[in-house]
Each structure stands twice: as structure tokens, then as C-alpha cells.
């Protein structure tokens, strides 16, 4: 009996009707009053902007992940978000790196969303190689020196350049960040998907208390300088997390389930 594959048709999706969705941001507006106030950090444009403070690394020597939903309000040309220094050691994280000895970060900008928008970022390292996560999908990956950290602890700043903070303009940050946490070890890819598929508002960092080794709860009282400033995290903007992290994922299914299809020996 031979089988015909049936032809290939496109896909046909009833679209969210336009008024249900803005009774749902409507509501998120009108309740982000009644619910628990979710702290972002915003870091301004100038080069006295950042948060600076010593912390200890030790944990971290032998891998080690970052993770962040940041917003970016300005563009620089190699921003620094976070950056950590202990001669010989070096970790730069949102922008190149490659200095010398352990360096570990990627130029990733041109795969950055645009500015005013949240989005998921997250770094994982062991020696020998870091890998880069947005939105939960591996953007990039590199090479690096395969040793272990040397210093177990340094001075981290937060916003602008550890070694050159107030002098290059060009990696002042410039935006908003919310959940950073430093793990002790090199998250799984199904665990950075979870942590992005759960969404900008949700507390599944909480599931991993036991490696976080720099909370944000305890980053949002470090000493802040020039204009750093608490924000609040609206419910609109964690409705419009939820609904691109599900579309993501609806996404992700379905080329899967085309992929298969289309390998089918039938």
C-alpha cells in the first residue's frame, strides 16, 4: 500500500481579539497598585551611574552562570552591565571581553531586542567556555582560557567598566535591570528556558536559593552612585512578558513539530 503525503499547508491561527487583549493589560494597569511592588534598578546615561561594591567569588572558581531581564534606554557601544576584577581575573557580562587571562563575555549587541523593550539574558561559564542565552535561546558561544578563577574575591561594578569606571563613556549601561542573580555552577539550557518561559514577574529564581551566590534582594541595597534609581515593574509589562515568553514557545513547538514532519520518510 503506498501513501501519499498530503500537501503542506500553511499554518491559520484565530488571532487574540484586539478587545480581549486590552481588557487584560487594562486589568494588569488597574491592579498594579494592589499588587507586591517588583523592584527594577535604572541606571542612567552618564558615566557616575553605577553600583559598586566587593563580593565573594569563591563559589563561583569553577562555573558559574549570570542571569538578568534587562531593558535597555540608551545605546552605547560596548555597554557593561555587570563587571568583575581581581587581577588576573576578569568577568564581563553584556558586552565583549577576550582581555587577557579568564574573560568571559560576547559581543552580542546586534542580537539585543530594541531599546524600551525587557528581555531575558543569561550567561553560563566553565572553563574553557561560555555560552550566551536570550530569551531562553543559545545565541552564542567562545572559547576561553581553560583554568579555574584565581582570586576568590573582588570588586564587582554594576553599570560601567570595574578597572576604568568614570572614564569611558562608551560602557556605561544605560537601562533597567531586574532579577540579576550569579549562580555556582553552569545552568542547563532546559533551566535558562524555564527561568525565561516563566516570565519577567515570576519567582522560579527562588527554586535554585540553594546556588545563588549574589541575590538581587541583597544588590538592591548595595551603595548607589550618580543616578541609579528604583523603578517598579508594572502588571502591563508583565502580562506583555507572559504573552511574548507563551508566543515564544507556541513558536519553538511548532517548528519542532514541522521539522519532524517534514522528515517523515512517508
Known amino acids: 500500500m503506498i501513501f501519499s503525503r498530503p500537501q503542506s499547508e500553511p499554518l491559520e491561527f484565530a488571532p487574540m481579539p484586539l478587545l480581549y487583549l486590552l ?10 497598585d494592589m499588587k507586591p511592588r517588583l523592584h527594577a534598578l535604572e541606571f542612567g546615561k ?16 569553577s562555573s558559574f552562570s549570570a542571569c538578568t531581564w534587562m531593558k535597555r534606554l540608551h545605546n552605547a557601544s560596548s555597554p557593561h552591565v555587570f563587571d568583575y576584577y581581581s587581577y588576573p581575573d576578569r ?3 553584556g558586552s565583549d571581553g577576550f582581555y587577557n ?10 542580537k539585543f531586542p530594541g531599546q524600551g523593550v525587557w528581555f531575558h539574558y543569561c550567561l553560563t561559564w566553565v572553563p574553557g567556555t561560555t ?27 554594576m553599570g560601567n567598566y570595574a578597572p576604568g569606571a568614570l572614564t569611558y563613556t562608551e560602557n556605561v549601561f544605560g537601562g533597567q535591570l531586574h532579577k540579576f542573580n550569579l549562580y555556582s555552577k ?7 528556558r524555564k527561568m525565561f518561559s516563566s516570565g519577567l514577574c515570576s519567582k522560579v529564581e527562588g ?7 549574589l541575590k538581587w534582594e541583597d544588590i538592591l541595597l548595595k551603595r548607589r552612585y550618580g543616578r541609579v534609581k528604583d523603578r517598579t515593574v508594572t502588571g502591563s509589562e508583565c502580562v506583555m ?26
Not at 101 to 110: A, C, E, N, R, T
Not at 136 to 156: D, H, M
Not at 186 to 192: A, F, G, I, K, N
Open 23 to 32: 481588557l487584560v493589560l487594562g486589568f494588569a494597569k488597574a491592579n498594579d
Open 46 to 61: 552618564t558615566l557616575q551611574d553605577y553600583i559598586a561594591f566587593r563580593t565573594n567569588m569563591e563559589p563561583c572558581q
Open 91 to 93: 568577568i564581563t557580562i
Open 101 to 110: 587571562q579568564v574573560i568571559v563575555g560576547l559581543d552580542l549587541q546586534s
Open 131 to 157: 555560552t550566551v542565552y536570550i530569551n531562553g535561546k543559545e545565541v552564542g558561544t567562545c572559547s576561553t582560557p581553560v583554568r579555574k578563577l584565581k582570586q576568590p574575591a573582588g570588586n564587582i561594578v
Open 186 to 192: 553552569q545552568l542547563t539550557s532546559s533551566e535558562v
Open 207 to 213: 527554586e535554585f536559593d540553594d546556588i545563588r551566590v
Open 241 to 266: 512578558s507572559n504573552l511574548v515568553s507563551r508566543i515564544n514557545e507556541m513558536k519553538s513547538r511548532i517548528n519542532k513539530t514541522i521539522h519532524i514532519w517534514d522528515n517523515l520518510d512517508l
